[in-house]
């Protein structure tokens, strides 16, 4: 492996092993080979796998048991029509959220026109949270993933929570497994621009304002998609 710097050959473990969780080549279940077998593998040393597993674990794509080792995990399952295990691919997890643009802005932009009193609250008790332990690689995904599906039911229409429900975690997963290190949620200044995003949103939905809240809602995964990019 070709990399500068311990962090950066993390990193391209992380996307090699990712690849191979990702393509079935290791199913759930199935433990991870040793920290020897991929110290010799891979010629990295045994903090960059250390490092490695570690931010597969908080990807929720691994789980470590003290004295057996670490051991993949199933993708949460979704709807056959939108089965997130067959995306694969980097352009797969763009055009998802090419996806979620349009759905989520449009959810967003009813959520401020219809919303009631107690969704309001409900949405903003998962930016509280979402504030609360964003940092916490381990739970931030689902506490992301509670905020957006609060705004679709504030829509007053079924579907979108539907939608956004049988996509589930993995919609916020899939994206941040794919992201430079720069931008991950341990990092505060990450942290504090994906926060200011979400307040935003319910800043706007608050005081009803259906075309404030779209945008604010397609800027949030706009910025998602060009850091995907980048």
């Known amino acids: ?15 090699r092993l990712k690849e191979r969780i990702l393509a ?21 040393s045994r903090t960059v796998v250390r490092e490695a597993i570690s931010r597969l674990q908080a990807a929720g794509l691994v789980e470590t048991f003290q004295g057996r080792g670490s051991f993949v995990l199933s993708l949460p399952s979704a709807t056959e029509r939108f089965a997130l295990g067959d995306v694969r691919s980097h352009r797969d997890v763009l055009e998802l959220l090419e ?21 309001l609250k409900a949405i903003e008790r998962a930016l509280d949270d979402f504030q609360r332990i964003g940092d916490d690689p381990s739970k931030s995904v689902e506490a992301d993933f509670a905020f957006h599906l609060k705004v ?20 916020i997963m899939l994206p941040r497994t794919r992201l430079d290190p720069a931008y991950e949620m341990s990092d505060a200044a990450h942290l504090t621009r994906v926060v200011h995003e979400h307040e935003n949103i319910y800043a706007a939905i608050a005081r009803s304002d259906p075309e404030g809240a779209r945008a604010a809602a397609r800027v949030h995964l706009s910025n ?6 980048k």
């Open 152 to 171: 679709a039911n504030a829509s007053g229409n079924r579907f979108y929570p539907e939608l956004i429900g049988s996509l589930g975690p993995m919609m």
């Open 24 to 44: 079935g080549e290791l199913e759930p279940g199935e433990k991870l080979p040793t920290e020897s077998s991929l110290v010799a593998e891979f010629g990295v």
């Open 99 to 119: 996806l979620r643009i349009g759905v989520e802005s449009e959810a967003a932009g009813l959520a401020a026109e219809r919303r009631t009193a107690h969704q």
């Open 1 to 15: 492996m070709k990399a500068e710097g311990g962090r950066g050959l993390a990193h391209e473990l992380v996307e």
């Open 224 to 229: 998602t998609r060009h850091r995907l990019q």
